[in-house]
């Protein structure tokens, strides 16, 4: 880059987004109504992955390392691949539907997330229970954008405006199945899924969340140039040689099946989508390349951190942590549509 | 890059858009496409850049650069020389490398920088795991469209005619051999639209631009094609081509066509009557 709009090279800014996840997630897992020192938290780690021998340094106490490793760690690291997948999410709709305020929140997929994940959790087939949630989300956003398309072109305002009325629906839908099959305490689930929680977050979501960020997240940002070529719209994505239809709708999927893994685990966490990449891409500029990695690794820092203040300001009530992503983002999201009021966006 | 228009036509809802145009613009030199609004020129051009697929006839180029060769060649009109191909069987990213088309109108909620815009025209360059937009054609394409000093600019800061360059700058850091404008004339000053047509004029790559006004296109084409309710109505020479006939059938305007006593080209000046018949005049002793 030229002087001027100095950019910093993309290995320095995900070296210091990759170092302050780790420390993120280290720190986050002391945090707790039983306070551990971080030096026991990366032995009690270690042990467990083998990296130390069980009788080199001083051992952790045992209740210490059931708090770690099968309470906090857990929940830390799903939190982490929800943060980094949603925000990922977010990144790749702003893009293809050039709407700065597209998210998969927003636009109504994680609704329609939920709303397949309990469907399918009164059937009792937990196992299936990503795979409905992709479902939920994909028909989401189909949903979304036929509503949006309809009788217009799509703009964003009209995109917002149709995924807050599939949001709503799915959302109904997914209070009514929760009632109708009611299992004890229905209020608390139906905000889980609702507002998004991970504190029934086990080893489980670990694998889900990560697995599918590790899968569908490569492909997403090693699809950058792709995205970036839709920056001036579709005639100008097809005359820089993109195969525009085929490009949109994979990408689409592989957005709604990240969403659907994120919220088989957590539910539908907001804001995270919306808020991360603009923050980021104040830092790397708009190329996907360069956004996409570094807005995976905020969104998990941030989703940590929003978890860790979720669990512990009102200790012991427990707050879901997508009222703390709310109060978080609802603010940038006005700061945003204050920015817009301009050409764009109508 | 040579160019041949064979017969092509394409339907919109039913109703021809573009409807058997044969036309072979001029290689290396700035070829205007004219004609009211909705008589085909934008659908035109995205057939030429391939975007669009034919519904009947082609559009051929010559490929002479190493790449990969069409998937085919169905389809391809006769009456052309065998090394030309149909540009919409070309692969996208080698068409990509060949062929530029600049949209009438670019806006992007996205904030960018003029070189984040120019590097956008590196992404048929691009592998798939390279961040890399090859500084040096980005710095190429913004000196070349004079644009340079905007480089660190915002783009939403722009002035039309400044965008207009920048975007120009995309264009030309696709390296393409054929440069598709549609309407680039749009939203400039006069003094901007003068530089901006002489510049392409100058480039020497083989361009066809949609035209709104008839004296620009005059001043700066060296070949004019008229569109009228997707037919050619006419191509050629400015000169020969931009006759009061011409004039009266296409756009139903009356204009006398002036010769310029410096440059020798046409110069239309309208008159102010009505297409049909003249209009009734005030009394004169009213």
Redesign the interface.
């Known amino acids: 880059m030229a002087a001027g709009v100095r950019r910093l090279p993309l290995t320095v800014l995900v070296a210091v987004g990759v170092v302050a996840l780790v420390v993120t997630v280290l720190v986050a897992v002391t945090i707790g109504p039983a306070h551990l020192a971080v030096s026991e938290v990366a032995r009690s780690i270690g042990v467990h992955l083998h990296l130390l021998g069980a009788g080199g340094a001083a051992p952790v106490p045992t209740l210490h390392d059931a708090i770690v490793w099968q309470l906090r760690l857990p929940r830390v690291l799903t939190a982490a691949a929800v943060g980094a997948g949603l925000a990922l999410s977010g990144a790749v709709m702003q893009s293809l539907t050039r709407n700065p305020l597209a998210d998969p929140y927003l636009l109504g997929l994680s609704s329609g997330a939920s709303l397949g994940a309990v469907a399918v959790l009164v059937v009792g087939v937990a196992l299936v229970l990503p795979l409905a949630a992709f479902a939920g989300a994909l028909l989401a956003l189909v949903g979304t954008l036929t509503l949006a398309r309809a009788g217009g072109t799509l703009t964003p305002g009209r995109a917002v405006l149709a995924g807050l009325a599939v949001s709503q629906l799915a959302a109904a839908g997914t209070s009514f199945v929760i009632f109708w099959t009611a299992t004890g305490d229905s209020y608390r689930e139906i905000l889980a899924w609702l507002m998004g929680s991970l504190a029934g977050a086990t080893w489980r979501s670990v694998a889900i969340s990560a697995g599918a960020l590790l899968v569908v997240g490569t492909v997403l940002v090693v699809s950058g140039a792709r995205l970036d070529a839709f920056t001036f719209g579709d005639t100008s994505a097809a005359a820089l040689g993109l195969h525009v239809d085929r490009t949109r709708w994979t990408l689409m999927t592989l957005v709604a099946l990240l969403t659907g893994a994120m919220v088989a685990v957590s539910g539908a966490i907001g804001f995270v989508g919306l808020v991360l990449p603009h923050i980021v891409s104040a830092l790397t500029g708009p190329a996907h390349r360069r956004l996409l990695p570094v807005a995976a690794l905020a969104g998990g820092t941030f989703l940590v951190w929003a978890d860790t203040l979720a669990r512990t300001a009102f200790d012991p009530r427990e707050l879901p942590v997508g009222i703390v992503t709310a109060l978080i983002g609802v603010p940038v999201f006005a700061v945003l549509l204050r920015r817009g009021q301009g050409s764009a966006w109508s | 890059m040579e160019l041949t228009i064979a017969g092509v036509g394409t339907r919109l809802g039913g109703r021809w858009v573009v409807d058997g145009v044969d036309a072979t613009p001029p290689t290396g030199a700035l070829t205007g496409l004219l004609g009211p609004n909705g008589a085909g020129k934008t659908t035109l051009l995205?057939l030429v850049?391939g975007?669009l697929v034919p519904q009947a006839g082609a559009v051929m180029v010559s490929d002479d650069e190493p790449g990969p060769g069409p998937t085919s060649t169905a389809g391809a009109a006769g009456a052309v020389p065998p090394r030309q191909v149909p540009v919409h069987l070309l692969p996208?990213?080698?068409?990509?490398?060949r062929?530029?088309?600049l949209?009438q109108e670019?806006?992007?909620?996205?904030?960018?920088?003029v070189?984040?815009?120019v590097?956008?025209?590196r992404?048929?360059y691009?592998s798939?795991?390279g961040?890399d937009?090859d500084p040096a054609a980005v710095d190429r394409a913004l000196e070349a469209a004079e644009a340079a000093h905007l480089?660190?600019r915002a783009w939403a800061t722009l002035s039309g005619g400044e965008r207009q360059r920048v975007q120009i700058a995309r264009a030309l850091a696709?390296e393409p051999a054929l440069l598709l404008l549609d309407e680039p004339t749009n939203h400039l000053d006069v003094a901007a639209q003068l530089h901006l047509l002489a510049f392409v004029r100058n480039l020497g790559t083989t361009t066809v631009a949609a035209l709104h006004d008839l004296n620009l296109a005059a001043a700066f084409c060296e070949h004019v094609l008229v569109l009228s309710a997707g037919r050619l109505a006419a191509a050629g020479h400015p000169a020969d081509v931009l006759t009061p006939a011409l004039l009266r059938q296409v756009y139903g305007v009356e204009a006398e066509v002036l010769t310029h006593p410096r440059t020798g080209r046409p110069v239309i000046a309208f008159t102010d009557r009505s297409p049909v018949g003249p209009t009734p005049r005030p009394q004169e002793d009213r």
């Not at chain 2, 996208?92 to 490398?97: N, P, Q, S």
């Not at chain 2, 670019?106 to 920088?113: I, K």
Request: net charge positive.
């Open positions: 995205r850049a975007l996208r990213r080698h068409r990509a490398r062929i530029a088309l949209e670019s806006s992007s909620a996205v904030p960018l920088t070189r984040d815009v590097a956008l025209g992404i048929p691009r798939w795991w961040t937009d480089a660190d696709q």
